[in-house]
Structures are given as C-alpha cells and as structure tokens.
C-alpha cells in the first residue's frame, strides 16, 4: 500500500500510474488556493461593505451574508481553474502530450480500422441536423 496524503492506494494502482503523487499534489494545492481565495474575497467583500455602509446602512447579517457568497463564488471560480489545469497536467503526465494536441490530434487522423466500411456506410442513418438550441431541423 502506497500513502497517498490520509489514503491508501493499492500498490497495483500506484505502479500504472507513477504522476500520483504529483497529481495529488496538484490537487491539493488547487484546494489550498480556494481556502485562500475565500478567506481573501470575504475579506475584501466586507471591507468594501463597510466602507459602503455609510452611505447605505444596512445590518451585518446582511454583510456576512453577503461576503459569505462573495468568498464562495471567489473560491469556486479559483479551485475549479486550479483543478482544471490540475487534469491538463495529469493527462500530460500520464500521455506525454496536453489534452489540446490529444483534441487535435483526434480530429485530424482516425486510424482506418475505425472507419466504417461502404456497406455500413449505405446501412447508416443521415446525420441529424440540428440548431444552436439542439432542436432537430428537417
């Protein structure tokens, strides 16, 4: 068994994937980020709320309340951009090449194999087309 922070991974598991460990890493630090984005935009959101509360009073209920959400949606946006090149990172680990040239590169080449022959061609249905709602359009 491999430690990976409070868990326990199966060696197995741990052997396919070497980038465990800095992938967890990268995640935990993603995490690390939010907790410092909402202690920051709560911060800054009350500050501003109480420089603002003397032209329009209000209670502080209110004001938490409010600097609660303004740190949330703060936090939120952080973690899931962190997060996000957290799993850029990991399919480069794991592949040798970025999600874009992984995307690319499955647009451009499909290996022959997976082309359908011409009697399925013939067999198949027409593409459905449809509009920018998703609605089908004959």
């Known amino acids: 068994m491999v430690n990976l922070g409070l868990r326990r991974v199966e060696d197995s598991v741990a052997a396919k994937h070497p980038a465990l460990q800095q992938y967890a890493a990268c995640q935990s630090h993603a995490f690390m980020k939010g907790i410092g984005a909402f202690l920051a935009g709560s911060g800054a959101a ?3 709320q109480k420089l603002v509360n003397k032209k329009l009073p209000y209670s502080l209920q209110w004001s938490l309340l409010l600097a ?13 951009a962190e997060t996000q090149k957290c799993s850029d990172f990991w399919i480069y680990l794991e592949t040798g ?7 690319t590169a499955g ?19 027409p593409p459905v087309r449809r509009n920018k709602y998703g609605d089908v359009v004959e």
């Open 46 to 48: 009350f500050a501003v």
């Open 68 to 80: 609660a959400g303004t740190g949330s949606l703060a936090s939120y946006v952080v973690t899931r």
């Open 97 to 103: 090449k970025s999600p874009q040239e992984l995307a």
């Open 107 to 125: 647009r451009v080449s499909q290996p022959a194999e997976n082309l359908p022959s011409p009697e399925d061609r013939e067999s198949m249905a």
